[in-house]
Each structure stands twice: as C-alpha cells, then as structure tokens.
C-alpha cells in the first residue's frame, strides 16, 4: 500500500504537457520519422544500386 500512496502522491506533483504541446511533439516525432524513413530509402536504393552495377 505504501507504494500505491507514494505513487499516487507523485501523480499529484506531475507537470503534464498541454494540447498544444502535445501536437508540437507529436508533429515532430512523425516529421523525424519520416525523414528518417526517406533517407535509409534513399541509401538502400542507391546502395542497391551500385551492387547492382557491381555485379554486371
């Protein structure tokens, strides 16, 4: 039960984000991840390119 309290007591000091915040960061977890996304594309395909040429 002490943990349950000293959780509940903690909960109570919590700073949580605003909506607005929350947007913000979400915006740019999906932006980053599809940059990311882009440019691993980006060097798999020039990566497959060049075994490609490679090999003929």
């Given at each position: 039960?002490?943990?349950?309290k000293?959780?509940?007591?903690?909960m109570?000091?919590?700073?949580w984000p605003?909506a607005?915040?929350?947007?913000?960061?979400?915006?740019t977890?999906?932006?980053?991840?599809?940059?990311?996304?882009?440019?691993?594309?980006?060097?798999d395909?020039?990566?497959?390119?060049?075994?490609?040429l490679?090999?003929?």
């Open positions: 039960m002490k943990f349950l000293s959780v509940i007591a903690e109570k000091i919590v700073t605003t607005k915040q929350n947007r913000k960061d979400s915006i977890v999906i932006g980053t991840s599809i940059f990311f996304a882009l440019f691993l594309g980006a060097i395909w020039l990566a497959q390119g060049g075994i490609t490679l090999s003929k």
